[in-house]
């Protein structure tokens, strides 16, 4: 564990790159295989299912620290992070252990969850009397499912890769699918050998970079148009697509055997029969990259009909006849057991195109993505703004001569997305943030009209900038009305203008509407709490929506058509959308804000 800890405070305390990567290599060098598998695990954004309630270690701090809960509950929101109140709380280690981070998750971490709530007490406080200072925070954030640190990914990849003297590729190949922890599978990860790829594993996706803010700007008028031929090149340079709205993924055909995968490495193959069943007349030696997306005839679902496909294990007929499915297939990763990656997107598409015509024809669960027709950057702008009509999230731009990158590299492929809806609402709850957020009010529940009263309908944490976060910290401050718990219910002032992706009828949240990755777009000084939007307003903009989600729309291949108008009231497309997850919201606006992600099985976290 103390090699881990040491780690872990080198690449907290820079922001260099050069300075992480020689601490990864030299963690890698120095840890036993079976602690750098566990290291591997976390760092890649892995976490084990909590086996212990926040209350639970709460109580068992304070009583160890011979302090009442309402001291220990103002020293956390104090210091802003549960792991590190109850390291500074607890009193010092009685015994030490040098034992290291597999033993400590193997042997006292994992086993918590098949105890007795008595024994898991006794466990935890024995870790606690056997710890000290970083290594104690650790186990703390690894006991609660909180630990990351600012690396990411690929800069782990680039950390093994120098240890093995391996390509990046290669290692991120191998970090793909289902894998354990163990020593055998580190050994396996850095070996010489690099002809060992599992015929079940994907290769590491091609992530597009978003189009949008000053660049999509550019393209708003003529002269941007222009401007932007100069920087892209001429639109033909570009093969130009959909950007669908559901679950990206690789189909693999290999030894005999079908495979899907998302793009968050989770296998989803039992869970789209249909789609196995049909790719199991793709030749041997098959990957193809796509979007797995939801169809009612030749009408495009909703993302979140695909929702309920995604989420049931146990797939029964009737959801197979109410929520078919298509894989929408637009790149060809490898033919006849041959890797095309470093093959241009030109070469890729013609083979794809020629391989599902030859194989797939008449399988309506396996197309090709139609490519679209633009002679020109003007062209283009008016495909993006019928995106709408063809219930799509926006275009995707990948240039002809682009090889299939690793990751997200500039300039190969781009996305630009529809604008999303904007609403204006008033601020009503806060709670105190975490990690460098701690102490300030970061994390925010914001509210609608709904006749003569206000109703919380969102929750949003990104958007502000440092200056106006210390200003709004400042108000909170001065306006608090009640606590309960972390969250602080405010006067109803500051009013804001909320961006976010799309909406639909939930009865699971007091407002009654769901909306998809809220986030803050900007601060509107200028209005008052008399000038926000309504809870009619939001649902008769959904009620639109499903007017048009039933209407007979067919021609998802002909790029014609102008954007469908759903603004009503003051709620109106705006500009910069991305995907999000939406997070389930309690019945009482107060502990709305302290939700928080349910976690899976011991590899939970999988899902894209």
Known sequence: MQQFAALYQQLDSTTKTTERLAALVRYFREAPPEDAAWCVWFLCGERPRRAVSVGQLQEWCAGLAGIPEWLFEISREFVGDLAETIALLLPAPTVRTDQGLHYWVVERLLPLGAKSPDERRKAVLNAWSSLAGTERFLFNKL??????VGVSRRLVIRGLADFCGLPADVIAHRLMGHWQPTADFFRALTAADTGDADVSRPYPFCLAHPLSGDDAAELSGLSGLQHRHTRLGAALDWILE??????R??????SGRTFIWSR???LLTDRFPELERVCSGLPDGTVLDGEITAWQGD???????????IHRRSVTPRLLATVPVRFIAFDLLEQAGVDLRQESGLVRRGRLEELLRGCAGGWPQLQVAPRLSAGDWEACLQLRQSCREQRVEGLMLKHVDAVYETGRVVGAWWKWKIEPFHCDAVLLYAQRGHGRRAG????????????DTLVPFAKAYSGLTNAEIEEVDRFIRDNTLERFGPVSSVRAELVFELAFEGLQLSPRHKSGIAVRFPRISRWRRDKTVADIDSLETLRELIRSRQVADKADVSGMEEAAGSAEDLSTGSVVPAAGPRRGRQRKQSKSAEQAAIEEPKLGGLFAGLDD
């Open 143 to 148: 006991l609660t499912g909180g630990f990351r």
């Open 242 to 247: 959909w950007k669908w709205d559901g679950i």
């Open 249 to 254: 993924a690789q189909v693999i055909r290999r």
């Open 264 to 266: 968050g490495e989770e």
């Open 299 to 309: 009408r495009l679902l909703p993302f979140a009909e695909l929702q309920k496909r």
């Open 440 to 451: 300030k009010y970061t994390d925010f529940t914001f509210g609608v009209r709904s006749g």
